[in-house]
């Protein structure tokens, strides 16, 4: 009889353990949040609040776009008529990769005015925006933002570009002079009797509207790669705060 109730207590004993360690395991699970429209909203603006600050950032550091492949803003298509001739010009090639690169440093200054008005954009979307950007295709944030800042961030962009290029540089000399140096070079030959006989046009371009153009081109094309990043790996991009919000939110398209 002992030793049957031995049996029972050990038995109980296993049991009640058991039960312990599957409730303790269940307490440290996670499971799927009710989210409301508001959680939805608010998390998707917090992910796109990051990733705009890190395209802004990255682009606006020095090299942020000279140093990117991708985005590096060459001369205008224009300048290929300098540039398939470039022999016929004194130090031409010197002359052509001092222009690329302050092209390059007058895009970068002007995207730091980008990061003001992303947040704007973002902070004043509605819930039904957020819905149509959460459901839209992979690029739909980033086409919701230019849709709403780019004739804003162009205006000012381009007095920030404009100052940029005649900001002086490298040898006391401003982008905007370095380019004005190339292309009367150029233009100079182009207008010679060598030139019409070679068939040269000469060339004018406003760099201010160019460069401000690429410049735009350049930062939405770096919130596309961002917002790809997010919707991938959501909880990982997204930054601080709400990790559960973030990752199911991106994760229910």
Same mark, same amino acid.
């Given at each position: ?39 939805? /909203?608010?998390?998707? *603006?917090?992910?796109? =609040?990051?990733? $705009?600050?890190? !395209?802004?950032?990255? +682009? ?103 100052? /940029?290029?005649?900001? *002086?540089?490298?040898? =006391?000399?401003? $982008?905007?002079? !370095?380019?004005?140096? +190339? ?71």
């Amino acid at each position: 009889m002992k030793i049957i109730s031995k049996i029972c207590f050990i038995s109980t004993l296993v049991i009640f353990i058991s039960c312990a360690e599957v409730l303790n395991t269940i307490g440290q699970m996670e499971f799927p949040v009710k989210l409301t429209e508001a959680d939805v /909203s608010n998390g998707l *603006k917090e992910a796109l =609040n990051v990733g $705009t600050k890190n !395209s802004v950032n990255i +682009l606006s550091m020095e090299n942020g776009f000279f140093g990117n492949e991708l985005l590096k803003i060459a001369l205008p298509s224009e300048a290929n008529m300098i540039t398939d001739n470039i022999s016929i010009i004194p130090g031409g090639n010197k002359l052509v990769d001092d222009v690329v690169l302050r092209l390059n440093r007058a895009a970068e200054d002007a995207v730091t005015e980008a990061g003001p008005i992303f947040l704007n954009a973002i902070t004043s979307m509605t819930i039904n925006d957020a819905f149509n950007v959460l459901h839209g295709p992979g690029n739909a944030a980033t086409a919701y933002l230019k849709k709403k800042t780019y004739f804003e961030l162009q205006k000012l962009f381009m007095p920030k570009v404009i100052n /940029s290029l005649d900001k *002086k540089l490298i040898g =006391n000399i401003s $982008t905007n002079e !370095s380019w004005s140096f +190339l292309t009367n070079k150029y233009n100079s030959v182009a207008k010679s009797v060598v030139g019409m006989v070679a068939g040269l046009e000469p060339i004018n371009v406003n760099l201010d509207q160019y460069v401000t153009t690429k410049a735009l081109d350049g930062l939405f094309l770096k919130v596309t790669e961002e917002e790809k990043e997010i919707r991938k790996n959501p909880q990982e991009s997204a930054g601080a705060g709400n990790a559960v919000v973030k990752t199911s939110i991106w994760r229910t398209r």
